[in-house]
């Protein structure tokens, strides 16, 4: 119980202590790089985290390179554009499950899947 509140609490941030286990959605740092990633916790070990992406990759990391999923209508994101290898900046329009729309900068809409994109 103890570990699990203590991986709780470093996840969550100090103040708003929320349980994270197996099967729950989380953004994650691939290969601790400056982008959140959304993917879903497979196992806890200690301190180590085993994250499936949204885009099938898997990888284990620290604590500390995992947060809450948080993504909303409205939030900032940045996807890669009908999946050609560029990313671009814009909002999160519509949110169900890992459908979202996004409405870009550049004036661009999509239909996506969170799989395809990442947050700063």
């Keep these: 119980m103890r570990v699990k509140l203590t991986i709780a609490l470093l996840i969550a941030g100090i ?3 929320q349980a994270q286990t197996p ?3 989380v953004l994650a740092k691939w290969k601790n790089g400056a982008y959140w ?7 806890v070990t200690g301190d180590k985290l085993v994250i499936k992406y949204d885009d099938g990759d898997r990888e284990t990391l620290s604590i500390s390179s995992v947060r809450p999923y948080d993504w909303q209508i409205g939030a ?6 009908k999946n050609g290898g560029q990313w671009f900046a814009g909002k999160i329009t519509a949110l169900g499950g890992e459908s979202l729309s996004i409405a870009y900068d550049d004036g661009d809409k999509e239909s996506t899947r969170t799989g395809r994109c990442r947050s700063k």
Excluded: K, L, M
């Design 15 to 17: 103040g708003s202590a």
């Design 37 to 43: 990633f959304p993917g879903v916790i497979q196992s």
């Design 23 to 25: 099967g729950d959605w």
């Design 76 to 81: 900032r994101v940045e996807c890669n554009f």
